[in-house]
């Protein structure tokens, strides 16, 4: 399949929404298993609490997060155990805070980006080519 200019720039806008929803999905079901770790003050190992008291669904992307390296694995240890329980050191405290508040979406706002973003995208699908022979005409060749 020959990739055009179109194809890049429809793989780009459909790259952007995928990140975007991923970004939504991050911060709301782990968001929500870390504001609950900085609520009930687990931050050392003896303070630690399993999914189970917090009142967290340990679905499988939490586990998953929980083991990996990303920004979830970053913030909250665990502590082994039969359940594992998790606490977030002192010293990510404030990092967890940044990286999972709890934001109001505002729903106009998102409408608004995305409008703007799929309006830019779409004016770059159509306009490319003549921006492109205008660019040829005006630089040196």
Do not use: Q
């Not at 194809?7 to 975007?20: D, P, Q, S």
């Amino acid at each position: 399949m020959p990739f055009d200019v179109k194809t890049v720039l429809w793989m780009l806008l459909t790259g952007i929404a995928i990140a975007a929803v991923a970004v939504v999905v991050m911060r709301l079901s782990l968001g929500k298993f870390v504001r609950k770790l900085l609520e009930t003050k687990a931050n050392t190992p003896e303070t630690a609490k399993s999914t189970d008291e917090l009142g967290v669904r340990g679905n499988g992307y939490l586990k998953a997060a929980l083991k990996g390296h990303g920004p979830l694995g970053t913030v909250v240890k665990s502590v082994s155990g039969d359940p594992a329980k998790y606490y977030i050191p002192e010293e990510n405290v404030s990092r967890a805070e940044s990286k999972f508040r709890k934001e109001k979406f505002s729903l106009p706002l998102i409408l608004i980006c995305i409008l703007l973003i799929v309006g830019a995208f779409i004016g770059a699908v159509y306009l490319w080519p003549g921006l492109t022979s205008l660019w040829g005409r005006l630089g040196p060749s």
